[in-house]
């Protein structure tokens, strides 16, 4: 079964989706925000947050609501939990209706009645309503919602009697319906009308919690509710039901839907993905809720922190993820160093706290290693063990667990997701004074930029160059990483092009304090980087630049004693998928 619902409070619909579900149903919530057209869809992006929050406490309350909660945010989004339906094997859709006059989820009535590919249930008005011990109306005209309408009747009725209503011609009563208050014992009073129908259903619903009717109601053409369900809607203020069951040979002689997202700009497809897959940090902050998925889907983690000489930090790390997602809750698995032949106390600090500490140039010695983050991410592959893989920097000074919670909340609660990034706000620490907030110069200076002009898909990426991420071996085992400062870059390009852009996301992690590198450093890195945007453009677009480019870049030095340029090679190396490599390949069990 699943239920779309525009607003948060779902408690009381759970509770009816309990009573209609058989004993092995699973319920899926999904959250529908309809944003008006003209307006950007990134402006569903906080009220996004707010729904899955509220689904997810809610789910876990229940063995048969599943774990992986959805949003979907669009001018039609109840379009895109259609798309589910099949893929989820629904046969029961349960709608938090707007009523006959106001589209639900962007679409009409009508749209919802003739498209749904499974049977449907749409309720009006406040749920708490039907939560009375008063009886239920049951008014159908015969015909082939007869058995979804007793069954709707029953679970809002619970122990609460039922009154069926039914049209008849004079003296004549419709069989089918003539041997219903036999069936059902809790059918304890039959009306029969035989005149003004819509009179005798309003007087009756006086008397009752709710009225539930068959679609039959919904008369109306060209997508308008009909007369007979305005008149009752207009006249009563108790919750209407309108249930209807699927006819799969009628799909054929329904009107089409509206248009879906075949035209749509690249613009639009990332505003709902920023709406969709930015996530918050407080959304997974209940680290419970968060071992009790990852036990249920029998996953493992692993967190690597990459290290060049950072004792002053890399103890507080360690200290604080370990504690907490580790010993109080073991949410994570194992915590590794990966350490770039730090001169300083960085492996012993580690290793006194009881974490391994392996140095990235030992660890597959037979391809060579070379400088950079990226080479000890790549080779920390190789010694981790999860299936889930969490990277964060050790110069944080600023360590919270939400750093890496943040990070595998989204994975664990959305199996489509592949890879996560995060972002934060960067004030500048010079000295032991906080500067205004202008960290991320190269993430706004050179990687944002390129990624617009470039690959526009990404532009929704608030921080590309953050380096605070998670992913799935799965996916991250079978995409190449550079070996320096484009390794961040060449992961996003890589991924999207592999597995698409609604399997990245993003949380914010709130804030990140850390030592600023000097501008000299920091044009290091834009070389870099700029030279991982040519080598994809090459592949895209088969063109042939860094052939002739050059290599090398002249760093200009001004001090006291010395003004000087100096020559740096700075080119990242490629290292294949690590899925390729014979040594890994024998220590991974292959399917």
């Given at each position: ?7 948060p409070n779902?408690r009381?619909?759970?509770?009816l989706?309990?009573k ?18 003209g307006?950007?869809?990134?402006e ?24 992986q909660?959805k949003v ?5 989004p109840?379009l895109?939990?259609f798309d589910?339906i099949?893929?989820l094997?629904?046969n029961?859709?349960?709608?938090q ?6 589209r ?5 009535t009508n ?5 749904a590919p ?5 309720i009006y008005?406040?749920?708490t309503?039907?939560e009375s011990?008063e009886?239920?109306l049951?008014?159908?005209r015969g ?6 309408g007793?069954?709707v009747a029953t679970a809002l009725a619970?122990k609460?009697?039922?009154t069926?209503?039914h049209?008849?011609d004079?003296?004549h009563?419709?069989?089918?319906l003539?041997?219903l208050g ?9 009306v029969t ?8 259903v309003?007087?009756e619903?006086a ?12 008369e109306?053409?060209?997508?308008a ?5 305005q008149?009752?809607q207009?006249?009563?203020d108790?919750?209407?039901?309108l249930v209807r069951?699927w ?6 002689f ?11 700009s690249?613009?639009?497809r990332?505003?709902?993905?920023f709406?969709?897959?930015t996530?918050d940090?407080a959304e ?9 998925l ?5 996953v493992?983690?692993s967190?690597?922190?990459p290290a ?9 790390v360690?200290?604080t ?11 994570v698995?194992?915590i590794?160093l ?7 106390n ?10 391994p500490?392996?140095?990235h140039?030992e660890i597959?010695?037979?391809?060579g290693?070379y400088?950079?983050?990226?080479e000890a ?8 063990k999860?299936?889930?893989v ?5 110069d944080?000074?600023?360590?919270h667990p ?5 990070l595998?909340?989204?994975l664990?609660k ?13 004030p500048i620490k010079v000295g032991d ?9 190269v993430?706004e200076?050179?990687?944002?930029p390129l990624l ?6 990404l ?6 160059l ?8 799965s996916?991250?085992?079978q ?9 961040e870059?060449g ?5 999207l092009d592999r597995?698409?852009?609604d399997?990245?996301?993003?949380t914010?992690l709130?804030e ?15 070389f870099?980087?700029?030279q991982v ?12 630049l860094l ?13 006291p004693d010395?003004?000087?340029l ?8 490629e ?5 390729t490599?014979p040594a890994?390949i024998?220590r991974?069990?292959?399917?």
């Amino acid at each position: 079964m699943l239920i779309v619902s525009e607003t948060p409070n779902l408690r009381a619909w759970a509770d009816l989706a309990q009573k209609l579900a058989l004993s092995d149903g699973e319920i899926f919530l999904r959250g529908i925000v309809t944003v008006p057209e003209g307006n950007t869809l990134s402006e569903g992006v906080t009220q996004a947050q707010h729904m899955r929050n509220a689904f997810a406490e809610l789910a876990l309350e229940s063995d048969n609501i599943a774990d992986q909660v959805k949003v979907h945010v669009d001018y039609r989004p109840i379009l895109s939990a259609f798309d589910e339906i099949e893929e989820l094997g629904i046969n029961l859709l349960l709608v938090q209706w707007a009523g006959p006059f106001n589209r639900t989820g962007g679409v009409t009535t009508n749209n919802i009645l003739q498209h749904a590919p499974c049977d449907v249930i749409l309720i009006y008005r406040d749920a708490t309503l039907w939560e009375s011990q008063e009886s239920v109306l049951l008014s159908l005209r015969g015909g082939p919602n007869i058995t979804l309408g007793v069954r709707v009747a029953t679970a809002l009725a619970d122990k609460a009697p039922i009154t069926l209503f039914h049209a008849a011609d004079r003296s004549h009563v419709t069989p089918n319906l003539q041997m219903l208050g036999k069936a059902y014992p809790n059918i304890t009073r039959t009306v029969t009308a035989v005149s003004d129908i819509i009179d005798g259903v309003v007087k009756e619903a006086a008397g009752h919690k709710a009225v539930i009717m068959g679609a039959s109601f919904q008369e109306g053409g060209g997508g308008a509710p009909g007369p007979a369900l305005q008149r009752i809607q207009e006249r009563t203020d108790k919750p209407l039901v309108l249930v209807r069951a699927w006819q799969p040979e009628a799909v054929e002689f329904h009107p089409p839907l509206p248009p879906r997202r075949s035209r749509e700009s690249v613009s639009t497809r990332v505003d709902r993905w920023f709406a969709e897959n930015t996530f918050d940090s407080a959304e997974f902050a209940d680290l419970r809720a968060l071992l009790a998925l990852k036990e249920r889907q029998g996953v493992t983690i692993s967190v690597g922190l990459p290290a060049l000489n950072e004792e002053e930090t890399v103890g507080n790390v360690i200290e604080t993820i370990k504690q907490t997602l580790m010993d109080d809750v073991p949410l994570v698995d194992e915590i590794i160093l990966i350490d770039s032949d730090s001169t300083d106390n960085t492996v012993s600090i580690a290793e006194s706290l009881g974490i391994p500490a392996y140095k990235h140039p030992e660890i597959l010695p037979e391809v060579g290693s070379y400088r950079g983050k990226g080479e000890a991410l790549w080779k920390s592959l190789h010694v981790l063990k999860g299936d889930i893989v969490a990277w964060i920097d050790t110069d944080i000074t600023n360590i919270h667990p939400r750093f890496i919670y943040g990070l595998l909340g989204p994975l664990l609660k959305q199996p489509k997701i592949v890879y996560v990034k995060g972002f934060y706000q960067r004030p500048i620490k010079v000295g032991d004074q906080m500067q205004a907030y202008g960290g991320g110069r190269v993430t706004e200076l050179v990687a944002r930029p390129l990624l617009n002009l470039f690959y526009p898909e990404l532009s929704g990426i608030i921080q590309p160059l953050s380096g605070e991420y998670a992913g799935r071996r799965s996916a991250l085992e079978q995409v190449p990483f550079f070996s320096g400062y484009g390794v961040e870059t060449g992961l996003l390009l890589d991924l999207l092009d592999r597995f698409g852009l609604d399997a990245i996301a993003q949380t914010d992690l709130e804030e990140r304090v850390h030592h600023n590198q000097p501008l000299v450093g920091l044009s290091k890195m834009s070389f870099a980087i700029l030279q991982v945007f040519i080598s994809r453009l090459e592949s895209t677009y088969g063109v042939h630049l860094l052939d002739w480019a050059n290599r090398s870049m002249k760093l200009v030095q001004h001090g006291p004693d010395r003004f000087a340029l100096d020559v740096v090679d700075i080119a990242d190396v490629e290292r294949p998928p690590m899925v390729t490599v014979p040594a890994y390949i024998g220590r991974v069990p292959q399917p």
